[in-house]
């Protein structure tokens, strides 16, 4: 199994509501990704969990908050966003990284979220 | 922040015809990586080329690296129609005895046409 899943697929919220992104993977991966992309440009990283532990989180608004339950799993809790944090969503995950055994990053298809 | 430029941002070829994608980029790299998306959905690794490499084949791809140029192509033979997607180059960069989840920096792009 080389799939991330992710769900919702769509979603549309209002700047006063609460909701999450969830993100799967059973590749036995234990660094996964949060990015942010939007229309034509190219993804943004958002945080890093590397051993179900939050090592990168790059400067994003604490309205996003992210969550690693176990080694298989990643939320991305959302609260009081804007109309502009309206983007796609995408997770990924990859084995360990280290200098000399670089890894690829499997993707998931995205959530592609709506704020109004 | 990007440190990828790609060059052309748009590519438009008949199949059959050869396309040939660049990029560049700014600091020191431990490898290099292409991704396929289309559109609105996750991204595909392609291909992964170390630092100290210099040319690697996959199937209908072929990339270069240029480190003393900061630089990479990607160069798809005999292009199809299901080649249509953005091509983005993606550097990574770990620092020494960093263990944790890598810091991939992505390109702005190419949007690749293949017209039947």
């Known amino acids: 199994d080389t799939e991330v899943t992710q769900t919702p697929k769509h979603l549309v919220m209002g700047m006063t509501n609460k909701k999450s992104l969830k993100c799967e993977q059973h590749?036995?991966?234990?660094?996964m990704y949060w990015y942010k992309q939007k229309a034509k440009k190219p993804p943004e990283l958002m945080f890093v969990?590397?051993?179900?532990?939050?090592?990168i989180n790059e400067s994003v608004p604490s309205r996003f908050s992210p969550e690693c339950p176990n080694s298989s799993l990643l939320n991305l809790h959302l609260h009081a966003l804007q109309p502009e944090d309206s983007a796609l969503y995408l997770c990924?995950?990859?084995?360990?990284?280290?200098?000399?055994?670089?890894?690829?990053?499997?993707f998931g298809p995205g959530t592609r979220l709506t704020v109004t | 922040s990007q440190q990828g430029e790609e060059d052309p941002q748009a590519l438009s070829i008949q199949e059959g015809e050869n396309a040939t994608m660049n990029c560049s980029y700014k600091?020191?790299?431990?490898?290099l990586q292409w991704y396929r998306q289309n559109s609105g959905r996750g991204l595909v690794h392609l291909i992964l080329?170390?630092?100290?490499?210099r040319e690697k084949h996959s199937g209908r791809l072929r990339v270069t690296l240029d480190t003393s140029k900061k630089s990479s192509s990607l160069l798809i033979t005999a292009s199809r129609a299901a080649d249509t997607a953005s091509y983005f180059c993606?550097?990574?960069?770990?620092?020494?005895?960093?263990?944790?989840?890598?810091?991939?920096?992505f390109g702005e792009g190419t949007q690749l046409t293949v017209n039947p």
């Open positions: 990924a995950s990859s084995l360990p990284q280290t200098p000399l055994t670089p890894y690829e990053q499997y």
């Open positions: 590749m036995g991966h234990r660094a």
């Open positions: 969990y590397s051993y179900e532990k939050l090592s």
């Open positions: 600091t020191s790299i431990n490898n």
């Open positions: 080329i170390r630092s100290n490499e």
């Open positions: 993606a550097t990574l960069h770990i620092p020494p005895g960093e263990t944790s989840g890598s810091r991939l920096t």
